[in-house]
């Protein structure tokens, strides 16, 4: 089962920073494109970032372009995702996804496989 666990969401000021992490057990995280996803409250969940199998491509939401970066770490089996300049519409549940085929990062048009995580809570605010 393609199961991924989602970690270092907290309470941030805005302005604040934090870094997520997104960990792979059983599987090689590295055989596929990961994408994080963001679900504010009262809104769907949507993508905001994802990275390519190998690493070389990333591509993120309009919404956190400029403030977050994606990476990846393929001895640790991990993928991370830094925020900062975070502000209140960045709160959210944060949740990270294996994806397969058709998935194309370009697009940030991501099938998700396995299934959804807990996720992390993230919360901007002063």
């Known amino acids: 089962q393609l199961q991924l666990e989602e970690s270092g969401g907290g309470l941030v000021e805005p302005g604040g920073s934090l870094r997520l992490s997104c960990a792979a057990s059983g599987f090689a995280l590295d055989r596929y494109p990961v994408a994080w996803f963001r679900q504010a409250p009262g809104k769907e969940r949507e993508v905001i970032s994802c990275i390519s199998a190998t690493g070389i491509n990333t591509n993120y939401a309009n919404s956190v372009k400029g403030r977050f970066t994606i990476s990846r770490d393929t001895a640790k089996n991990s993928v991370y995702l830094q925020l900062n300049s975070l502000t209140p519409e960045d709160t959210g549940v944060y949740y990270c996804?294996?994806?397969?085929?058709?998935?194309?990062?370009?697009?940030?048009?991501?099938?998700?496989?396995?299934?959804w995580g807990q996720g992390t809570q993230v919360t901007v605010s002063s």
């Open positions: 996804r294996a994806a397969g085929y058709p998935s194309s990062c370009r697009s940030l048009e991501m099938h998700p496989v396995g299934s």
